[in-house]
């Protein structure tokens, strides 16, 4: 065709690209980059491409891992997965990490007890799982990252903040209690074995059951492990706290 009439109608394609009135095929928007006319997609993608951000890059990878190993190892997620015979197992490992059990056992352990330093720790015990909840409860509001999606919305009491999934409050309060019951308990070497490995189990439940992410349940851990360190500097003693110990002491 002659120069003047194939101008003009490349101009006119590049126009109509360019304003979205029209949207070619690939191939289509490949040929116009050729002939000099890019489209604003690729242009935009070849922007990100020059200049791409370091960490969003590093995130995504990230995220991107996380969904597929959480994928992958959430084999009891139901009962046509690969280990979904095991179903029933991770829940009793469940309701074990629960945060009601712990609240209630505990409040309990509070009303029965007779002794002074028993109640103390108790107390203290008390303290730590209702500042967990609170925490976790504020994160989870604040990031709002969905559960996975292979997960099975059968969990054990749940309220309305239970459908995010950032962080694990299982891990969070395995790591928790873990960490309170090593240092205020005096146990045998095999029963302090047992406690780090409920802990541990706890958390790989969560990925199993197809309930959390990996990185829920790392941070969780981490979380529930710093939280312990916070528990201890705030210690409620009869000399910090006289009017609640007075209050369980009547």
């Known amino acids: 065709a002659p120069e003047g009439d194939r101008g003009p109608r490349h101009s006119q394609k590049c126009l109509q690209d360019s304003s979205g009135s029209m949207q070619a095929p ?3 928007a490949m040929s116009h980059e050729r002939a000099g006319c890019p489209s604003l997609r690729s242009l935009t993608e070849d922007c990100m491409r020059l200049n791409p ?3 969003g890059i590093a995130l995504r990878s990230l995220l991107a891992v996380d969904l597929w190993a959480s994928k992958r190892l959430g084999v009891c997620a139901a009962e046509g997965s690969a280990w979904g015979g095991a179903r029933p197992l991770m829940k009793v490992v469940e309701v074990s990490g629960h945060g009601l059990p712990w609240l209630l056992g505990t409040a309990y352990g509070l009303c029965q007890s007779d ?3 028993t109640r103390e720790v108790l107390l203290n ?7 967990d909840l609170v925490l976790v409860a504020v994160v989870k509001g ?11 919305m059968d969990m054990f009491v749940t309220i309305s903040v239970d459908k995010y999934s950032f962080p694990s409050g299982h891990a969070t309060r395995a790591a928790l209690v873990c960490r309170f019951v090593l240092h205020h308990l005096v146990l045998a070497v095999p029963l302090r074995v047992l406690v780090v490995l409920w802990a541990l189990i706890v958390g790989i439940s969560r990925v199993m059951l197809g309930r959390h992410n990996v990185t829920d349940v790392l ?16 210690w409620l003693s009869p000399l910090s706290a006289p009017a609640l110990f007075a209050l369980w002491s009547s």
Do not use: Q, W
Not at 125 to 131: E, G, R, T, V
Not at 142 to 152: A, D, E, F, G, S
Not at 220 to 232: D, I, N, Q, R
């Open 26 to 28: 690939a191939a289509g």
């Open 53 to 55: 951000s370091f960490a």
């Open 115 to 117: 002794s002074a330093a």
């Open 125 to 131: 015990l008390l303290f730590a799982l209702l500042l």
């Open 142 to 152: 604040l990031v709002k990252r969905r559960r996975p999606t292979h997960n099975k």
């Open 219 to 234: 941070f969780g851990l981490f979380l529930g492990y710093a939280l312990y360190s916070v528990v201890e500097y705030c």
